[in-house]
């Protein structure tokens, strides 16, 4: 009988611990949010403005940044309901790198290094 009652609390334990972790994946992944991915223009020049530029968009939400000092192009991936591209790009605004919709206020190459003052987009 003790036997008996031993082989069925293990029996009951192997079942219990193969179907309960199927079913919290199926729960997580309807929950998870899908990242959005956005790609837009950032004024600057070198590397120095290609690290200022991927640590300003280092926000809550933000998973990935990456900035082309060639095509001056900033691939962002992040999850919208913690942030937006509007937001980012208000961001780099502050730290001195105009985008297509938000521009420096003030003078910009007075806040940048000499090797980061770029020409500004007419």
């Not at 009951?12 to 949010?33: C, K, R, S, Y």
């Not at 992040?78 to 521009?103: G, N, Q």
Request: contains cysteine; glycine residues 4%; proline residues 3%.
């Amino acid at each position: 009988m003790k036997t008996l009652r031993i082989f069925l609390s293990s029996l009951f334990a192997v079942i219990l611990g193969v179907t309960a972790p199927a079913q919290t994946h199926e729960h997580m992944n309807m929950d998870a949010p899908a990242a959005k991915t956005e790609t837009f223009k950032v004024w600057g020049n070198c590397d120095l403005c290609k690290a200022r530029i991927e640590e300003a968009v280092k926000v809550e939400g933000v998973t990935n940044a990456d900035w082309s000092t060639k095509n001056k192009l900033l691939t962002v991936s992040f999850d919208p309901s913690k942030t937006s591209k509007d937001a980012l790009s208000k961001k780099l605004a502050l730290v001195s790198h105009d985008t297509e919709k938000y521009k420096v206020t003030g003078e910009v190459n007075a806040n940048l290094p000499g090797c980061c003052q770029y020409e500004r987009a007419k």
